[in-house]
């Protein structure tokens, strides 16, 4: 065997040997503890990018490991296939977007192949084949069977490039869409909304059973979730001439103990009262200002406290239920008909929003929380009633603080659950007009997509019986492949695809022509794998149950929100339908960092893309892969360094030299009881437990210099040590253990030197892990730092169990240190084992 290493001649060779041997095939095993690994599937946009590389190199690791461990390990791969990058990509270059994406798929699995990952061929999906998306469908029916699918119309994020409207989720920044970051805009339309807010309390509670999870992901769910403690208050609208009539608008404070602060009401502008109250009347064109003007702004814009606050009186009032004020309705362009009830009660003195607004249109600012230690607290301490109607302050108050002008609640202690804003509530739950309330900021999912390449919504319009589900016998509802996007077409411009007859009258119907979101494919695909050919159901409860949860899930921190939520919703559906004992589907989570080129992240646009594909036909898979997981820990950013991949490419020729060269040596004598023997022994296992450690906690850079670490002292005890007397066993051992190690790192090298250099019969890849022996690596003797009132005055080398008193005199007794003590009188003697002893003297 040759003592050069050429990847480009082995690679190739054990990927074909490991398909033929059906390396990578994994099943049901009761006699071996399961391990699930699993890297976010890609989406097919191209060939594979140092993203990729990184992302899927870290889950090969761990799943090669764990298969090394012991463990019956599921490592699947697929790809998340609709969407609209492959009807935008399919425009641009004037085809089909199956066509587009099934050769982006082709190209990235021979891509992952050549990288030499080790994906379960058998349980491979892509989202769209009809055998997959036909149980999304499924789905979709099981969900809308229990209560948790609805239609209908609300005011939408609509994306004008993409000419489709958009979840919440999916605004991101300063109100752009996710994909194209065009500025997303607001339309009234009637969709459909997976009901995901029914387990908003379940969503948020369950954080606290996710600790491999990254507190920055948790913290992001949480706040997204958005829950919030306090009361829904009843105001009573009042009619043109100022009477109060039976109508209420309820709205939701998380401040109760304000409500005799409140000097006006706020509706939003997409609010369905606005035009009740104002069409017709003396105030209907300012307030349509308004409405115009917000209808401009992102909803992020609008909730932006810098943003500019505008309104126009609507020339009706409210009731106010806790001293009988009549308050005047506005209209806001800052009020959010998402959030809440779409209606505000206004208190300008704790609410800076609202101070601004105030201060804008001379409305009244009455103090009615004030801190203890205003002045102003003296004048209005014992007022019931109002005195003041302005506060001499430069911004609102929000803190805890004394009640004042607020009837007899005045005196009470106010601020966020305080004794004020609990004795408020239960006095106008008392009363019928207010009730202790939980509100989530998290809104129902909108799934529907007015776009062609995605999942087609199992349903049905028909005149007589109105919306109707597909029957199950009747899945899938088959995406046809006749329509031309290129001509701007849509599944409603084919009369083929939505003429139909209704399941329930059979009388003649319209099928559904939106698609469904294509978070829905990726919000279960992980179950999927459990069972991936299943013509029967999605996957079996058993084998769910084997494989379900995810032991460790990777992936990028911009899935924090959309997709790691959405598919903590579908398993907690699932649990309750009895489709799995599972609660959540990842137990554990990393997040990489993202590969970056002179500090700015790799695009086509910036020119500064390194293919992955030159960098593995000069230098391989294996250094690739290897010095991708040196460069730094996985959860950092990293910055492209090719001269770096070349030094890791000459410490794999380094090892396979190595290598070779015990592999080919003749026998040796045993030496083991020699000094040197002893040392390369001890730094073998040293290193076996530091490489073991290092990959449990994703430490792969540091592993890797571990491993660099004993091949060094392989290499001194080789040339320091005459041949004659070199214990040749212990080499072989320890070369072979260097190829174990490296194993998951460069599998394609590892199994050459494996099986044709050390002559094994069996892949390295079904090798048990190196084992650790904590009292081989122990030193017998440690080199101990003597200070002397904190400066380093000797050093000794001592034996590693040598007691506290035998360290003290061997420290004292130090000729350095006896020059340096010479007319001082030693006041303490501290001894740190293993470290140092430190001696405070004067």
Same mark, same amino acid.
């Given at each position: ?341 779409? =209606? &505000?009660?206004?208190?300008? #003195? !704790?609410?800076?929003?609202?101070? /601004? ?5 001379? %409305? $009244? ?93 199992? =349903? &049905?319009?028909?005149?007589? #019986? !109105?919306?109707?589900?597909?029957? /199950? ?5 088959? %995406? $046809? ?5 290129t001509k701007g077409e849509t599944l409603a411009d084919h009369p083929e695809f939505y003429e139909t007859t209704c399941p329930t009258c ?337």
């Open positions: 065997m040759t003592r050069q290493y050429d990847p480009s001649s082995i690679e190739e060779k054990w990927q074909s040997a490991w398909d033929a041997e059906g390396l990578y095939s994994v099943t049901e095993d009761a006699d071996r503890p399961k391990k699930y690994v699993l890297e976010m599937f890609p989406y097919p946009s191209g060939d594979i990018h140092m993203g990729h590389v990184r992302n899927y190199s870290i889950g090969d690791v761990v799943a090669r490991f764990s298969t090394m461990r012991g463990y019956s390990v599921l490592h699947p791969i697929g790809w998340d296939a609709f969407g609209l990058p492959a009807e935008n990509a399919a425009i641009k270059s004037n085809t089909h977007p199956a066509t587009w994406t099934y050769k982006n798929i082709e190209t990235q699995a021979a891509s992952f192949r050549r990288m030499g990952f080790s994906y379960d061929p058998d349980r491979m999906v892509r989202s769209c084949d009809v055998d997959y998306y036909r149980w999304g469908q499924w789905i979709f029916l099981k969900f809308w069977e229990r209560g948790l699918v609805e239609r209908k119309s609300s005011p939408v994020n609509w994306c004008p490039s993409c000419k489709t409207v958009l979840a919440n989720e999916q605004v991101i920044g300063d109100g752009v869409c996710w994909r194209c970051k065009s500025v997303v805009t607001k339309r009234e339309l009637e969709q459909w909304y997976y009901k995901i807010t029914e387990y908003a309390q379940e969503l948020l509670d369950d954080l606290d059973t996710l600790p491999g999870w990254p507190e920055r992901v948790k913290t992001m769910q949480a706040n997204w979730i958005g829950r919030s403690e306090g009361a829904e208050v009843d105001f009573t609208l009042c009619d043109a001439q100022d009477a109060p009539t039976d109508t209420t608008i309820t709205v939701f404070t998380t401040r109760p103990d304000t409500l005799f602060g409140c000097s006006f009401f706020l509706l939003a502008p997409e609010h369905p009262l606005v035009g009740e109250l104002t069409d017709g009347t003396a105030y209907a064109a300012d307030v349509q200002k308004v409405v115009a003007a917000a209808a401009r702004e992102t909803a992020v814009e609008r909730a932006s406290g810098e943003a500019e606050k505008i309104g126009a009186f609507t020339g009706r009032y409210v009731v106010n239920p806790v001293n009988g004020d009549k308050v005047p309705v506005w209209v806001s362009n800052y009020v959010l008909m998402e959030y809440g009830t779409g =209606a &505000v009660m206004a208190v300008p #003195c !704790g609410d800076q929003r609202d101070f /601004e607004f105030a201060r804008t249109y001379g %409305l $009244p600012i009455p103090p009615v929380v004030v801190p203890e230690d205003d002045p102003m607290l003296a004048e209005v301490r014992d007022a019931r009633e109002r005195l003041r109607s302005d506060v001499p302050w430069a911004e609102a108050y929000d803190g805890p603080g004394v009640m004042v002008q607020s009837g007899e609640f005045t005196g009470m202690p106010g601020g966020k659950a305080s004794e004020g804003m609990r004795a408020v509530t239960e006095w106008l739950a008392e009363r019928g007009q207010g009730r202790f309330s939980i509100n989530f900021r998290l809104r129902d999912w909108l799934i529907s997509r007015q776009r062609y390449w995605g999942n087609p919504i199992p =349903a &049905v319009h028909c005149p007589a #019986c !109105g919306l109707v589900p597909v029957p /199950e016998a009747e899945l899938p509802v088959v %995406l $046809p492949m006749e329509v031309d996007i059979g009388g003649a119907a319209r099928r559904e022509t939106d698609t469904m979101d294509t978070f829905t494919c990726s919000s279960w695909y992980y179950f999927r794998y459990c069972d991936a050919r299943n013509d029967a159901a999605p996957f079996s409860r058993e084998r769910a149950d084997y494989w379900m949860p995810v032991d460790q899930y990777i992936g990028g921190i911009e899935h924090a929100i959309l997709h790691l939520l959405y598919s903590r919703f579908f398993t907690k559906v699932f649990r309750d339908m009895g489709l799995t004992s599972a609660a959540e589907p990842f137990t554990n989570l990393l997040t990489q960092g993202m590969v970056k080129k002179d500090g700015e992240t790799m695009s086509k646009s910036r020119g500064n893309v390194v293919a992955p594909e030159d960098m593995v036909a000069r230098y391989g898979a294996d250094a690739l892969r290897a010095f991708i997981l040196f460069m730094a820990p996985p959860d950092k950013d990293l910055d492209w360094n090719q001269d770096g991949l070349e030094g890791m490419y000459r410490f794999l020729t380094r090892l396979w030299r190595y290598v070779t060269d015990v592999a080919s040596a003749p026998s040796a004598i045993s030496t083991q009881g020699d000094a040197a023997a002893k040392a390369l022994r001890r730094e073998q296992h040293r290193v076996i437990g530091k490489v073991t450690d290092d990959i449990e906690r994703f430490g792969f850079n540091t592993a890797l210099s571990a491993m660099m670490e004993l091949l060094n002292a392989a290499g001194d005890y080789r040339r320091t040590v005459d041949g004659t007397a070199r214990d040749g066993a212990l080499e072989r051992d320890v070369a072979e253990t260097l190829v174990l190690l490296i194993a998951p790192f460069a599998p394609h090298m590892a199994e050459e030197l494996w099986r044709e250099a050390l002559g094994h019969a069996g892949s390295v890849h079904r090798e048990s892990w190196p084992t650790f022996d904590a009292a081989v690596a122990a030193a017998d003797e440690i080199e101990i730092v003597v200070q002397i009132n904190g400066k380093v005055r000797g050093r000794l080398v001592i034996a590693a169990d040598a007691s506290e008193e035998a360290v003290r005199e061997a420290a004292l007794s130090e000729p350095n240190v006896i020059e340096h003590l010479a007319g001082l009188t030693v006041r303490k003697v501290v001894v740190v084992p293993g470290k140092l002893v430190s001696v405070v003297a004067g």
